[in-house]
């Protein structure tokens, strides 16, 4: 007689077939999650999926990688692209912002995407506040900058997908490690006890980190099992686009003052 092919069975052959999405692996972890009340494991897939742009939650730090910011426009009849923007090319108030780390938000499957069309060539990556900021650069300057943007080389995308994978193949183990002979699917403990030992951030409108000790009990015996999670406070980029948006309209009454002046 066939035995019936857990949950966990079906995630680990997806996770450790290098072939397969993530998208479609981190909905199974969903279900999972579902399956076993663990409210953290299912809102560290969701926002996975969904991305992190948009929301307070934190990106991971294994979601920031390095990569050159660089603009295209004109300097007279000089056209140039791809050119590299230094320190003192950016507004103060833009700086820690807008440096040569990429916070990457987008979700696991649009990544994917991006990976699929760049056939091999850097992507352009831009940040919300990028278009306003080229507006800033060009005031008072010869330079027309016309667009801002990271230029990201499509391996600095798939080590972000590697990290989420590999995060993904020790939950699993975590797991496997948890759970008795013949045991199907984990127990709400045994999960919380494999998160413990996984770096991931999860939570909704806050930072929690799943560090907590977890007592499970081995086949025999009893334990308890405690999840205490820590909450960061976290000032999102729209108080930086407000600080554009009103440098953007000081530059215009200005420029309108002059005018009438």
């Keep these: 007689m066939r035995l019936r092919r857990s949950r966990l069975d079906r995630l680990e052959a997806d996770v450790l077939d290098e072939r397969r999405p ?47 910011l660089v603009m295209d426009g004109f300097a007279g009849m000089y056209q140039f692209k791809e ?11 833009a700086r820690d912002d807008m440096g040569n780390e990429l916070r990457l938000g987008k979700g696991v499957g649009q990544i994917e995407a991006l990976i ?7 992507v352009q990556l ?36 590697d990290q989420v994978r590999t995060r993904l193949v020790q939950l699993v183990g975590e797991l496997r490690a948890t759970m008795s002979d013949g045991q199907h699917d984990p127990t709400p403990a045994q999960v919380a006890q494999a998160l413990q030992n996984i770096n991931i951030a999860t939570g909704d409108n806050s930072s929690v980190t799943v560090t907590a000790p977890v007592a499970v009990a081995h086949r025999h015996g ?31 009454v200005a420029t309108a003052w002059s005018v009438w002046l």
């Design 116 to 122: 699929a069309r760049s056939a091999g060539q850097t």
């Design 22 to 68: 993530l998208a479609p692996v981190l909905r199974q972890v969903i279900a999972l999650g579902g399956h076993a009340h663990s409210d953290p494991l299912r809102a560290w897939a969701l926002r996975e999926l969904r991305g992190y742009e948009g929301s307070d939650v934190p990106i991971p730090d294994y979601r920031r990688i390095s990569a050159p």
């Design 83 to 93: 050119q590299p923007v230094s320190t003192f090319d950016l507004p103060d108030f």
């Design 126 to 161: 831009g940040d919300v506040m990028a278009a306003d900021l080229a507006v800033l650069m060009s005031q008072n300057s010869r330079r027309q900058v016309l667009q801002l943007y990271w230029a990201v080389h499509p391996s600095a995308l798939e080590g972000v997908l």
């Design 222 to 252: 009893s334990a308890r099992a405690e999840i205490t999670g820590g909450s960061q406070q976290t000032f999102p980029r729209a108080a930086v686009t407000w600080t554009v948006s009103i440098a953007l309209l000081a530059a215009v």
